[in-house]
C-alpha cells in the first residue's frame, strides 16, 4: 500500500510539473515588460493584438504551423505548455 501511495504521489508531481502555469518574465526580456517592444526587431506588437490572436500565434508556434523569422525559437518557448496553459496565458496579455 505504502508503494502505491509514493508512486502516486510522484505522478501527481509529474503531471503537475508538466502543467505548470506560462513563465511570463521569459517573455517580457524580448517583449518588453508591457508587451510593446518587437522582440529582436522582428516580431509584432504583441500589446496591439486580441487575447485570441495572442492563443492562436502561441499554439501555432507550439505547432510549428505559425511564424516568421522567430518562429525555430518560439517553439521551444511554448511547446512544455499545454494549449489550455497557453490561452490562459493569452487572456492576461493584449487586448
Same mark, same amino acid.
Given at each position: 500500500m505504502k508503494k502505491?501511495?509514493?508512486a502516486t504521489i510522484a505522478t501527481l508531481a509529474l503531471v503537475t510539473a508538466a502543467s505548470a502555469a506560462v513563465n511570463g518574465k521569459a517573455c517580457t526580456s524580448c517583449h518588453g515588460a508591457d508587451w510593446s517592444k518587437k522582440a529582436l526587431g522582428k516580431s509584432k506588437?504583441?500589446?496591439?493584438?486580441?487575447?485570441a490572436?495572442?492563443? $492562436?500565434?502561441?499554439?501555432? +508556434?507550439?505547432? =510549428? $504551423? +505559425?511564424? =516568421?523569422?522567430?518562429? =525555430?525559437?518560439?517553439k521551444g518557448q511554448v511547446a512544455k505548455y499545454s494549449d489550455a496553459d497557453l490561452d490562459a496565458f493569452a487572456q492576461t496579455i493584449g487586448k
Open positions: 502505491i501511495v509514493i506588437n504583441v500589446s496591439a493584438l486580441t487575447h490572436e495572442i492563443a $492562436t500565434a502561441l499554439k501555432g +508556434y507550439k505547432a =510549428g $504551423t +505559425y511564424g =516568421g523569422p522567430m518562429k =525555430g525559437l518560439m
